[in-house]
């Protein structure tokens, strides 16, 4: 019995290999498995290699696995990419109609199973991937029974023969893999879950529903990797709450129409990557000059231009703080998890109008798109502030002849009452020019310096924003600080795990609040450590960068980057750091 396996499954895409990974999924989590998955897909429709990696365990796990248990190809492709990754004597479950050939060098099992050739005789070929699945099962143990659920709510609105089939050829995968293999395989065996039902989601459908419980009602966008799901499911579910979607002709017209909905009081939101936030960011300066609440999500993917539209990277870091011409108030936050993509979205839409400033959430695709295992969400933790936002009843005090409402009326905190349009005794003028308190466009120097004093004044003594970093630091002393942010948390615990192991003294800092930089919480775990590691998925260091601006230690600190497009594995973390311990560098 094992603790836990890690499953791919390959193809072309558009051959159905998400939807085989989703339903194999699916019924893990419902049988009460821990999981992991992370997409490889190409930036094309249909066509080039894709696959699905699946890590099961029975204990929280956050991180894809270094090896591979069973790989489910579909093609030689598949099998030539991935074979390297099976562990000695890993499983290869393969279709037979492509004569399926073990790569020289690789020791692994090959189990040639007629995957299209069963789904023809169901019915249907592209039911190939249900054979896949079923023998996938039998190889695991798993009881067929364990789909039906998965198989019915995804299909029975094409009507129940069409349900028939699909368990039929779940069912005849896993007869001819028993038969093939002479039932399932001992080493495959997992160890009994918990049996308890938790969520099973991508951090873009976390950010979704944290919006729509945050109270968003408006969500403007222009579809773009990786950030769609996010708009794809507030299509879904947000008219059922009352709100709506749009899909503007660009980015520059989503965030235009973010800043009109939430200077008119609705909650607004927009989504997208890289590309689409360099767009926006002339109206994110709007958004500062203004005062207008508005949050925006970055999903990091390859950069620059189009570059690698489908893969993992971290390299927005500097613009998301520093693109925005002029200087603004500007809050950046990174959640690290579905979980915390989920609750920070919330906070985010409370920060927005808290301080009256554009809010981004900075996620990466790993996080975006990987799913994982989340527990059951506590709906209790949920709280909506709204700031200065005064009612529309409010009882303002009558405007005397030609004067208008102080909307950016000078106050200690910097954050001025705000009201919204057709509050009566609130008239006041809006642009994008520098202005005095009503509003009215001033030049005058010093009005200008004790505007720009007053906006900046807002975070001038930080935010209030649960947990900026999250610390997991056993050692008073370590010899190591690993530092990092978003997706990259849990395979920088499992590398710190190992080091621990081979007696290094190993503590981990996750920035979780990126501006205002945390600096006086960072600060005391890098005096404490030897040398400090920021693991980031870009080249240039970005994330190190920060740390020597607002940290210093220069000396100290060392860049640990990827940026090959795919996401660390946690052996790479663990063989530079052991690099670095043993000859003083990476």
């Not at 023998?135 to 129940?160: C, D, H, T, Y």
């Not at 951090?203 to 950030?227: E, F, K, V, W």
């Not at 809006?430 to 720009?452: A, F, L, Q």
């Not at 370590?478 to 190993?506: F, N, Q, W, Y």
Request: aromatic share 6%.
């Amino acid at each position: 019995m094992v603790k836990q396996l890690s499953w791919k499954v390959g193809g072309q895409q558009g051959e159905g290999i998400d939807s085989t990974g989703e339903i194999f999924a699916t019924a893990l989590n419902r049988l009460g498995y821990y999981l992991y998955g992370y997409r490889h897909f190409s930036s094309r429709i249909k066509g080039g290699h894709s696959n699905t990696k699946i890590r099961i365990s029975i204990r929280p796990i956050r991180a894809i696995s270094d090896e591979l248990d069973i790989l489910v190809a579909f093609d030689q492709e598949t099998i030539d990419l991935n074979a390297y990754e099976l562990h000695e004597g890993g499983v290869i479950l393969a279709d037979a109609k492509f004569n399926p050939q073990i790569p020289e060098g690789v020791n692994a099992r090959l189990f040639t199973v007629p995957f299209t050739k069963i789904a023809e005789e169901v019915g249907l070929a592209q039911m190939k991937n249900m054979v896949a699945v079923g023998a996938s099962s039998a190889l695991l143990g798993l009881p067929v029974n364990a789909f039906k659920s998965v198989i019915e709510e995804r299909f029975s609105r094409k009507g129940q023969t069409v349900v028939d089939k699909n368990m039929d050829a779940i069912e005849r995968g896993a007869r001819f893999i028993i038969e093939q293999a002479g039932g399932p395989l001992p080493e495959l065996q997992l160890e009994k879950s918990d049996g308890k039902r938790r969520l099973y989601m991508i951090g873009n459908d976390a950010i979704a529903l944290g919006a729509i419980a945050a109270g968003c009602r408006i969500m403007a966008a222009y579809p773009i990797t990786p950030s769609s799901e996010i708009m794809e499911y507030l299509i879904k579910k947000l008219p059922e709450f009352g709100g709506t979607v749009v899909q503007t002709e660009d980015e520059i017209a989503a965030i235009s129409m973010v800043i009109g909905a939430n200077y008119g009081g609705v909650r607004a939101m927009t989504a997208s990557a890289g590309p689409g936030l360099s767009l926006m960011t002339e109206a994110i300066g709007l958004a500062g000059m203004t005062e207008t609440p508005a949050v925006i999500v970055n999903t990091q993917r390859g950069g620059p231009s189009t570059g690698l539209p489908t893969k993992q990277e971290q390299s927005d870091i500097l613009a998301m703080l520093y693109s925005t011409h002029g200087e603004i108030p500007k809050i950046v936050i990174a959640p690290s998890t579905a979980e915390e993509c989920f609750y920070d979205t919330i906070q985010a839409f409370n920060l927005a109008e808290k301080y009256q400033c554009p809010v981004i959430i900075l996620a990466d695709l790993a996080l975006a798109l990987g799913k994982q295992t989340v527990e059951p969400l506590d709906y209790n933790r949920i709280q909506i502030d709204r700031g200065q936002l005064l009612p529309l009843d409010a009882e303002l005090p009558a405007l005397e002849d030609s004067q208008l409402f102080k909307r950016y009326q000078f106050t200690e905190s910097g954050v001025s009452p705000r009201v919204l349009p057709g509050t009566k005794h609130g008239l006041h003028h809006v642009t994008g020019v520098e202005h005095d308190e009503t509003g009215r466009p001033s030049e005058n120097p010093v009005n200008r310096k004790k505007m720009m004093e007053k906006r900046l004044k807002k975070l001038a003594n930080g935010i209030d924003f649960e947990n900026p970093i999250i610390a997991d630091a056993p050692h008073e002393e370590p010899d190591l600080l690993l530092v990092g942010l978003c997706s990259t948390r849990g395979t920088i615990h499992e590398a710190m795990e190992r080091l621990e192991e081979d007696g290094i003294k190993v503590n981990h800092v996750h920035i979780r609040q990126v501006l205002p930089f945390p600096s006086d919480i960072v600060r005391p775990y890098m005096e404490r450590a030897k040398k400090v590691v920021v693991v980031e998925n870009n080249a240039t260091g970005q994330l190190a960068s920060l740390l020597k601006l607002y940290v210093g230690m220069a000396e100290k600190i060392v860049h640990l980057g990827k940026y090959d497009g795919n996401p660390f594995l946690p052996s790479e973390i663990y063989n530079q750091c052991k690099e670095l311990m043993v000859h003083g560098h990476i």
